[in-house]
């Protein structure tokens, strides 16, 4: 009678399991919710935002993406500055209150330097086009996915690991069961260490056909200090052809 019943719940439980699609499914249908259209390999858009971070005043900054010509630049804030970064394709450009003939100190002081915009760049691209940069080359994506809770809300877990060249931080993304909205994400530097952070995702703006999160919250995961909020404020079409 015990290993009947055993032999059920064992039944039962895998029955569950092949309920829940692949890590690969997850992220393809959370891609058709969010950019149903693949507007995002087209985006040309100037996006503002104010960011919160612990310690520290607001931080006010806005990008201009041009996905078709390759394009970035970051405007932020800094001292009643208007600090400038432009990269067109692998070259960077600076300015600071459209000035463009900066001096060494300059340079240092804001930390104009290629590896610092390259990074900049690549950070807002990832994290403001996720899900779709899941699909970019050197992405590992676990095919076996898991139906939990994050934030207190049922989602299906997706693992994510890049090739080495990219990163080694280990990423786990967080999805709607119903509708496979994204709904937050989290990284570790070293997941014996519980280090790293999650991050909250919530509302959501459409934008050129893209459904875009209007806001996202850092916490760390030692004790869930929240280190900060970039809340998207505004965007309008890009209408010039960038630097």
Same mark, same amino acid.
């Given at each position: 009678?015990?290993?009947?019943?055993?032999?059920?719940?064992?039944?039962?439980?895998?029955?569950?399991?092949?309920?829940?699609?692949?890590?690969?499914?997850?992220?393809?249908?959370?891609?058709?919710?969010?950019?149903?259209?693949?507007?995002?390999?087209?985006?040309?858009?100037?996006?503002?935002?104010?960011?919160?971070?612990?310690?520290?005043?607001?931080?006010?900054?806005?990008?201009?993406?041009?996905?078709?010509?390759?394009?970035?630049?970051?405007?932020?804030?800094?001292?009643?500055?208007?600090?400038?970064?432009?990269?067109?394709?692998?070259?960077?450009?600076?300015?600071?209150?459209? $000035?463009?003939? &900066?001096?060494?100190?300059?340079? @240092?002081?804001?930390? +104009?330097?290629?590896?610092?915009?390259? /990074?900049?760049? %690549?950070?807002?691209?990832?994290?403001?086009?996720?899900?779709?940069?899941?699909?970019?080359?050197?992405?590992?994506?676990?095919?076996?996915?898991?139906?939990?809770?994050?934030?207190?809300?049922?989602?299906?877990?997706?693992?994510?690991?890049?090739?080495?060249?990219?990163?080694?931080?280990?990423?786990?993304?967080?999805?709607?069961?119903?509708?496979?909205?994204?709904?937050?994400?989290?990284? $570790?530097?070293? &997941?014996?260490?519980?280090?790293? @952070?999650?991050?909250? +995702?919530?509302?959501?703006?459409?934008? /050129?056909?893209? %459904?875009?999160?209007?806001?996202?919250?850092?916490?760390?995961?030692?004790?869930?200090?929240?280190?900060?909020?970039?809340?998207?404020?505004?965007?309008?079409?890009?209408?010039?052809?960038?630097?």
């Amino acid at each position: 009678f015990m290993y009947l019943n055993l032999s059920f719940i064992f039944a039962l439980t895998s029955v569950f399991s092949s309920d829940i699609p692949s890590g690969k499914f997850i992220i393809e249908k959370s891609i058709e919710f969010h950019d149903p259209n693949d507007n995002w390999s087209n985006l040309q858009a100037h996006l503002e935002f104010t960011e919160t971070r612990l310690g520290s005043s607001d931080r006010h900054t806005s990008i201009e993406i041009d996905n078709i010509r390759g394009n970035f630049c970051l405007n932020r804030e800094v001292k009643k500055m208007h600090v400038q970064r432009h990269i067109k394709l692998d070259s960077c450009f600076y300015n600071i209150d459209e $000035y463009e003939q &900066l001096t060494g100190k300059e340079f @240092e002081q804001y930390k +104009l330097n290629d590896e610092r915009s390259f /990074f900049m760049r %690549n950070y807002y691209l990832y994290l403001w086009g996720l899900p779709m940069k899941l699909t970019d080359n050197g992405t590992q994506v676990e095919e076996k996915a898991k139906l939990t809770k994050f934030d207190d809300k049922e989602a299906y877990e997706v693992k994510i690991t890049y090739d080495a060249k990219i990163g080694s931080d280990l990423w786990f993304f967080y999805f709607n069961p119903k509708n496979y909205a994204m709904i937050g994400y989290r990284f $570790y530097h070293n &997941l014996e260490k519980g280090d790293g @952070e999650y991050i909250l +995702l919530e509302g959501s703006e459409l934008i /050129f056909g893209l %459904n875009i999160p209007k806001s996202r919250s850092w916490y760390t995961h030692k004790d869930s200090t929240l280190l900060g909020t970039d809340i998207l404020t505004s965007f309008q079409e890009l209408n010039h052809a960038h630097y």
